[in-house]
């Protein structure tokens, strides 16, 4: 009778065995996927965030704003937080391609500024949430460019013929000829954009290579004298090559917010916007803000940054070089011009 007993719970207890862990089976982990920037996160707070909340992330990285808008508009993946710049979540705005955000889900957004918010790309502030921010200039090698540089022009001087370096970015660089030309970085006047082409065209033979992440290396390295990049890359660069130097050339620049958006195809909202939080949590914001070296727009990770870094002019220029920028705005229509004279100015010879 005893065995029978034994042989009954012995049998119990292997059923319950097997419930159990097909339960656990069952119980999978939700995955949200996030688009970001290369090199514009700490990559351990990914691992921090899974382990606080149970939550797997999907990291994924793209080059340049349009690489990432012409991934997401079809809408065969599914990302839960892409990370784009301010013109291009204009543009997902108007085309219906984001998630209103629930900011009862995002509280540490009061730690963003201020002067962040209800700017033209999402001026009542529903869509989007500040990550970073900085300018684009030029960077120089001290020991390679001797004469002051202060304006775009120096781009053209055929004395740095194979030592200058472009970004591999229509708005970036086509912007960079607008503003030499004393244009705005938005312009719709065909005349004014065929001069700005032109003008590239003209650079193209002094062009070492149209880059992106790739600047970093070979700028710390020596290998070009000259690159249009943006700030926080700059800061990265100066403190591995002290011989650099960044300038906001007087004829004005790009002055740009990247902030975290939700798209719409997004299978995890809620969990999008825990991590939307999870990110302006001060001491995380304060660490990704060190790693990358770009400007946080968090009030309270800057007052906990070294002052050396916090005083830096490349990372926090003052109100007079912000006053001479620019925010990029959506082109609209305008994108398919834009894209022409870049093709034609990449097919140059």
Not at 136 to 161: C, F, H
Not at 247 to 260: I, K, L, Q, R
Not at 331 to 344: A, H, N, P, S
Request: glycine share 4%.
């Amino acid at each position: 009778m005893k065995k029978l007993i034994k042989k009954c719970l012995l049998i119990s207890f292997s059923v319950l065995m097997i419930i159990s862990l097909t339960a656990c089976q069952g119980e999978k982990k939700v995955t949200i996927n996030v688009y970001n920037w290369g090199e514009y996160i700490d990559k351990s707070v990914i691992g921090e965030f899974e382990e606080k909340y149970g939550i797997n992330v999907n990291y994924e990285l793209f080059e340049t704003n349009e690489a990432m808008y012409q991934k997401i508009k079809p809408g065969a993946v599914n990302y839960d937080v892409a990370i784009p710049s301010d013109y291009m979540i204009s543009k997902m705005i108007e085309e219906d391609m984001l998630l209103k955000i629930d900011f009862d889900n995002v509280p540490n957004y009061k730690y963003i500024d201020d002067k962040f918010k209800n700017l033209e790309y999402d001026p009542t502030n529903e869509y989007s949430v500040p990550y970073m921010w900085g300018t684009v200039g030029i960077l120089y090698n001290k020991t390679m460019v001797k004469e002051p540089v202060n304006s775009w022009d120096i781009l053209w001087d055929e004395k740095y013929a194979k030592q200058i370096l472009m970004q591999d970015s229509q708005r970036e660089t086509i912007g960079v000829a607008l503003q030499k030309l004393g244009y705005s970085l938005n312009t719709n006047n065909l005349d004014e954009l065929e001069e700005a082409k032109q003008e590239l065209i003209k650079q193209k033979p002094l062009v070492l290579a149209y880059v992106v992440d790739e600047v970093k290396d070979k700028m710390i390295s020596g290998e070009a004298a000259l690159a249009v990049v943006w700030a926080g890359d700059a800061v990265v660069m100066i403190e591995q090559n002290p011989d650099l130097a960044y300038v906001v050339p007087e004829e004005g620049s790009n002055f740009f917010v990247d902030a975290m958006v939700i798209p719409k195809t997004s299978k995890h909202k809620k969990e999008a916007e825990m991590f939307i939080n999870f990110m302006c949590e001060t001491e995380i914001a304060l660490k990704n803000t060190n790693y990358i070296g770009y400007s946080t727009p968090h009030t309270e990770a800057k007052k906990m940054l070294d002052p050396k870094v916090a005083n830096d002019p490349v990372a926090y220029p003052s109100d007079d070089i912000l006053e001479k920028c620019e925010v990029y705005r959506d082109l609209g229509d305008m994108v398919k011009i834009y894209d022409r004279i870049w093709t034609e100015i990449k097919a140059a010879k």
